[in-house]
Nanobody, 126 residues
Framework: QVQLVESGGGLVQTGGSLRLSCAAS????????MGWFRQAPGKEREFVAA????????YYADSVKGRFTISRDNAKNTVNLQMNSLKPEDTGAYYC???????????????????WGQGTQVTVSS
């Protein structure tokens, strides 16, 4: 129903910035809330940010609040994650996700109810 393709990952130094993009396709792509999750080596997947289908509501993990900004352009069916002031602990595989509500993505449950992108690697050197 929804296909997600991520891009923008890479290697950056501490304090640098990256902008991740997620291109969504499918008949109902614009009706879904979108979000970003990440998984560092040896750690479980964690919520990063989410945005409602309308773009009017956003949610952030405490660890990234004030540094990351999520946005979407429904006309283009794209979702972006602007990451500033990057830290080594931001390193991980970043996944774009689609779900019914943005708020629910803050405490994700039932991963089978999500659509997932393939992931893009972000590495922040110390």
């Amino acid at each position: 129903q929804v296909q997600l393709v991520e891009s923008g990952g890479g290697l950056v130094q501490t304090g640098g910035s990256l902008r991740l993009s997620c291109a969504a396709s499918g008949r109902t792509a614009s009706s879904y809330a979108m979000g970003w999750f990440r998984q560092a080596p040896g750690k479980e997947r964690e919520f990063v940010a989410a945005i409602s289908s309308s773009g009017r509501s956003t949610y952030y993990a405490d660890s990234v609040k004030g540094r990351f900004t999520i946005s979407r352009d429904n006309a283009k069916n794209t979702v972006n994650l602007q990451m500033n002031s990057l830290k080594p602990e931001d390193t991980g595989a970043y996944y774009c996700a689609a779900h019914y509500t943005a708020q629910a993505m803050v405490t994700p449950k039932d991963s089978s109810s999500y659509y997932w992108g393939q992931g893009t690697q972000v590495t922040v050197s110390s």
